[in-house]
């Protein structure tokens, strides 16, 4: 891409475009330290989802509040929430053929 002229729309969405499908084939790679990179990436979409429903909860809080905690502590909205964007980060959806489109 030349640096000399302003990027344009058409520019930056196959910036884009190419950025992702690096990222796509370095995630199907699956290396060593791609299940940290998918708990991370769970632990930054819960946060997102549980400030999206109007919910104190930032990454500190939420990693932190899934610790054991005493007896009879029942979990938070926002532990829930983490818990199941960790549960779908750790499944291996395949291919990206073999999930469903619409």
Sequence with gaps: MLRSREM???DATFAV?????SLDDLVRVNPVWSG????RRA???AATAVRTIGRNGDEKALRDAVLPSAAGDGP????????AYRKLARRNL???DKVWHP
């Design 36 to 39: 940290c990179w998918r708990v």
């Design 94 to 96: 395949g291919p990206v």
């Design 8 to 10: 344009t729309y058409t």
């Design 43 to 45: 632990l930054k979409s």
């Design 17 to 21: 475009g190419v950025t992702l499908k």
């Design 76 to 83: 938070s909205l926002g532990e829930k929430v983490f818990v």
